[in-house]
Each structure stands twice: as C-alpha cells, then as structure tokens.
C-alpha cells in the first residue's frame, strides 16, 4: 500500500508540474480569440510563432542573452574556482572569517544592492554595455561555497604527490584539481546560464538601449501599458525556453553527480 501511495503521489506532482508547460503549449498554438478557453482550439495555426520570429527581434534578444550568459557562465567559472581553492587547501589568516562573510551575502538579495549597484555602475560609466551586464552578474557566493565544498573532498595525496615534482599552488590548481572538477564545473556551468538567461530585474535596470535587450526584458515589452498580446508573449516565451531546455538536458546528469558528491545532504 505504501508504494501504490508513493506512485500515486509521484503521478499527481508530475501532473501538477507537468501540466502548466502542456496549456503553454496547446496555447502558442491556438488562435487568439481561443487563448484563455479551456477546450482545445478549433483549428492549430503557427501564426503566433511566425509573428515572434519575424516581426519581434527575438533573435537579436536570444543573441544578447547567449553573449552574456556564456561570459558570466566562463568568467564566474574560473575565478569561483580559484577563490574555492584558496578557501579549501590555503592556510592564511582570516580563512574562516572570509569565507563566512562570503557565504552570508546569500542572505542579500538583489533588490536591496539593486541601487547601489547601479550607482557604481553609472559611475564607471558602463550603462547601456554588456560589460555592465556581465561584470555584475560575475560573483555569486553559491558558486565558491559549491565548489570548495567539492575540493575538500579531494585526496590531499593527489596535490602532495603533484608537490613532489615541483608543482607550486597554482600548477596544483590547474593540473590536479580542474581535471578532477569536471562534473561539478559541468553542473555549475548549467546553473549560471540558465540563471543569467532568465534574468531581468538587473537587465532591465542597466540597459536603455533596445539593441541590448536581453530576451526576458524583450518579452516584456510586448505587454503594453493598456493591453498584453499574450499569444505573442506565450510564443515568445516558448522560444527563449528552447536554449534552456537544451543546456538542462545535456547537464541534468553532472548535476545531480554535483550534488551527491560535494557534501550537500
């Protein structure tokens, strides 16, 4: 009985998740006086996609998106990398003070620097850039905590026999230690592109110019003031989302391995 009533759970929350993503669906695909009608439409038209990939620049948005994401996704790598490092094999004063503050700007979210950062980022005069799209997006907390807590369970033996040949911090680093981070650096790689191709609060506040839209801020502006075009905004949204489906998939699996093996319980 207990496991006729775990499948019959499991089989209600899929179909609770599961079933937003199928209306988007049949929605994209109804015409759009039938848009918000529970029956399925009465005929199927591509109209509303052929309006979003011709009329809309959603290729340009899509492109602005990918620019970004992937700089962030390659920088924030590295350098979260190196920083985990430092705080996992390094002992240097402050190594425990440092990394707590670290962790705590977790509790910071981003509508409470989102003026102060802007100021910083008027001042520096990257408004209306992609270095002030990216620069920003760069550092986050849950990348170095991830990925320390992942170098602590490497061997010490490892970097001791690397020391042996001569091998200083850095070679340590970048030929011990990166090879055996693939899985984690797989999965954070699908973290920070999906969440710096779903961002907007920070996109919409740094950039004026319509040539620098990324694609969340593009959806948007198909919502006038007075009205919305959903059908539009729902084929938009079916569009941006082919990326992100694509990069879950292929990372789904490192991802969880990622989990599993840095600690996280």
Aim: with cysteine; aromatic share 10%; net charge positive.
């Amino acid at each position: 009985m207990t496991t006729k009533l775990r499948a019959l759970t499991g089989y209600v929350l899929a179909t609770i998740t599961v079933a937003p993503l199928i209306w988007l669906l049949v929605a994209v695909l109804k015409p759009a006086d039938e848009l918000f009608q529970v029956a399925l439409p009465s005929r199927i038209t591509l109209d509303n996609l052929l309006y979003v990939l011709t009329q809309v620049p959603i290729g340009r948005y899509m492109l602005n998106s990918a620019i970004v994401s992937v700089a962030v996704t390659a920088i924030a790598l590295v350098l979260h990398s190196m920083a985990a490092y430092a705080l996992a094999r390094l002992r240097f004063p402050g190594r425990q003070v440092i990394f707590s503050v670290i962790v705590s700007t977790l509790l910071v979210s981003l509508p409470v620097i989102l003026v102060p950062l802007f100021l910083v980022v008027k001042e520096l005069g990257l408004l209306d850039t992609y270095a002030g799209l990216i620069l920003p997006a760069i550092f986050h907390a849950f990348g170095i905590f991830l990925l320390r807590q992942y170098y602590l369970s490497i061997p010490r033996e490892l970097e001791e026999a690397a020391d042996l040949d001569g091998c200083g911090y850095f070679r340590r680093w970048w030929q011990v230690v990166l090879p055996l981070s693939r899985p984690i650096l797989a999965s954070l790689a699908v973290l920070f592109f999906l969440a710096n191709w779903n961002a907007f609060l920070w996109p919409l506040t740094a950039t004026r110019d319509p040539e620098l839209r990324m694609v969340q801020v593009g959806i948007a502006t198909l919502q006038g003031q007075y009205g919305s075009a959903w059908n539009y905004i729902l084929a938009a949204t079916v569009v941006a989302a082919v990326p992100t489906l694509i990069a879950f998939v292929i990372g789904q699996r490192r991802l969880v391995e990622a989990i599993k093996t840095s600690g996280l319980k």
